[in-house]
């Protein structure tokens, strides 16, 4: 008993941070791909706008969900900071697929694709301006210091 170790050894890429990323990242791809409910023009009014009150009921109720559970992630730490931050940021790619399908309405059908290249590219140029701002901040304070 004295020479047992009940630790399991660390293999490489067995990190369970990689594993719950990449399972968020199908729930983000499983939401958007998800087929948005078709509107027939030959139903009744009442039935499409039910559809799409409870499209948008679903879409409340997941991203308060998920703003929740972030908020417990950070309030109630029970993982080091890195697993942590990789927890939140893996909320907040599912929750920006949530707020593209039951909000936008932006899946990835070919009828959509239009709309979803237009949200991609203005993120990148969102991404290249903050990354660009930042490299000018982090170079003036290192000139500074």
Known sequence: MSGSNDAKPDRPG?????????????????????????????????????????????????????????????????????TSLAIVLGLALVQMGVHFRFFLHISLRKSARADLQLILFSTLIVILMVSGTLVVLFNLRERMM
């Open 14 to 82: 067995s990190s369970p941070v990689l594993y719950w990323l990449a399972l968020l990242a199908a729930v983000v791809l499983a939401i958007l791909w998800r087929p948005s409910p078709a509107i027939d023009p030959i139903a009744k009014p009442t039935e499409s706008k039910r559809d799409e009150i409870r499209s948008y009921a679903i879409g409340y109720g997941l991203a308060l969900a998920l703003t929740g559970a972030a908020f417990a992630t950070v309030r109630w730490p029970s993982f080091d900071a890195e």
